[in-house]
């Protein structure tokens, strides 16, 4: 069987977000920036500095820094068969380029591009089908920091449960039980309470004002009929948020876990 990665894959998105090409560097450059945006992130902020994003409890993807010009090109390589559990070789590194562009108006477009070769395997269109779904509610989440909180430190708060069943049962289920409404409308989540910001599918993107400004993305995932998880991510950005997290934390685990699928 022919293992050589040969076989390409690519990804592209472009977003236009408020902001400075250094206030966009900042953002997408910085291990403080990605983890505010983003997921946890740990980067050495150089060429050849190595990078490092959790993905969940000793998930994480491990990579390095390939291009580094400020404030505008990024490139980095993550260890894809590493990160997929395969042999190395069997499939090229993982690399993303991040493009800034400054636009008038106080605007910068931002282009990603995610490419990589696999062998051909029926797994890898798919991951890269899931990447693609998967990539495009941060873009938004991009947008939203630069808008309110750019610059600043975020404190992550996390949870998510398992249920029985399809990821989109799933999803209309945690979206009445959270009341949340159309894009632009008013919400409280479990005593927090914000703007709906986007509603994209099984997922929706809210801005918090109290009782600490931030924003929470909501969600489902599942691949099968079985087995979906429903989860909060939320990113905070006060001198109090930290303690927020300790206390609102547990308590957000415990009410995904309890919501009631239909049968």
Same mark, same amino acid.
């Given at each position: /069987?022919?293992? #050589?990665?040969?076989?390409?894959?690519?990804?592209?998105?472009?977003?236009?977000?408020?902001?400075?090409?250094?206030? %966009?560097?900042?953002?997408?450059?910085? @291990?403080?920036?990605?983890?505010?945006?983003?997921?946890?992130?740990?980067?050495?902020?150089?060429?050849?500095?190595?990078?490092?994003?959790?993905?969940?409890?000793? /998930?994480?993807?491990?990579? &390095?820094?390939?291009?580094?010009?400020?404030?505008?090109?990024?490139?980095?390589?993550?260890?894809? !068969?590493?990160?997929?559990?395969?042999?190395?070789?069997?499939?090229s590194?993982?690399?993303?380029?991040?493009?800034?562009?400054?636009?008038?108006?106080?605007?910068?477009?931002?282009?990603?591009?995610?490419?990589?070769?696999?062998?051909?395997? $029926?797994?890898?269109?798919?991951?890269?089908?899931? /990447?693609?779904?998967?990539?495009?509610?941060?873009?938004?989440?991009?947008?939203?920091?630069?808008?309110?909180?750019?610059? &600043?430190? !975020?404190?992550?708060?996390? $949870? %998510?449960?398992?249920?029985?069943?399809?990821?989109?049962?799933?999803?209309?289920?945690?979206?009445?039980?959270?009341?949340?409404?159309?894009?632009?409308?008013? %919400?409280?989540?479990?005593g $927090?309470?914000? #703007? %709906?910001?986007?509603?994209?599918?099984? &997922? $929706?993107l809210?801005?918090?004002?109290?009782?600490v400004?931030? /924003?929470?993305?909501?969600? #489902?995932?599942?691949?099968?009929?079985?087995?979906?998880? !429903?989860?909060?991510? @939320?990113?905070?950005?006060? @001198?109090?948020?930290?303690?927020?997290v300790?206390?609102?934390?547990?308590a957000?685990?415990?009410?995904? &876990?309890?919501?009631?699928?239909?049968?």
């Amino acid at each position: /069987m022919n293992t #050589t990665p040969n076989v390409p894959y690519r990804l592209e998105f472009s977003v236009e977000v408020p902001g400075t090409a250094e206030q %966009v560097w900042q953002a997408i450059a910085t @291990a403080k920036g990605m983890s505010a945006w983003f997921l946890p992130t740990e980067m050495e902020e150089r060429e050849g500095g190595s990078v490092h994003f959790s993905m969940g409890p000793e /998930m994480g993807s491990d990579g &390095q820094v390939t291009g580094w010009e400020p404030p505008r090109r990024l490139v980095y390589e993550e260890d894809w !068969a590493a990160l997929m559990g395969k042999d190395p070789g069997t499939l090229s590194p993982l690399t993303s380029e991040f493009l800034v562009e400054a636009q008038s108006g106080g605007t910068c477009v931002v282009r990603v591009t995610s490419s990589g070769f696999g062998t051909g395997a $029926a797994w890898e269109p798919e991951f890269w089908d899931d /990447m693609g779904s998967s990539w495009m509610p941060f873009f938004d989440n991009l947008r939203l920091y630069l808008s309110h909180f750019p610059g &600043q430190e !975020a404190s992550l708060l996390e $949870a %998510v449960a398992s249920h029985p069943g399809d990821a989109q049962t799933l999803w209309s289920t945690l979206q009445g039980a959270l009341g949340l409404g159309a894009e632009g409308a008013a %919400v409280e989540l479990r005593g $927090a309470t914000g #703007t %709906v910001e986007r509603v994209g599918e099984r &997922q $929706a993107l809210v801005r918090l004002t109290a009782p600490v400004p931030g /924003m929470l993305s909501v969600f #489902t995932l599942g691949d099968s009929d079985s087995t979906a998880m !429903a989860g909060v991510r @939320a990113y905070l950005f006060s @001198a109090d948020a930290s303690d927020y997290v300790r206390r609102e934390e547990s308590a957000w685990q415990t009410w995904l &876990q309890g919501l009631t699928i239909p049968a």
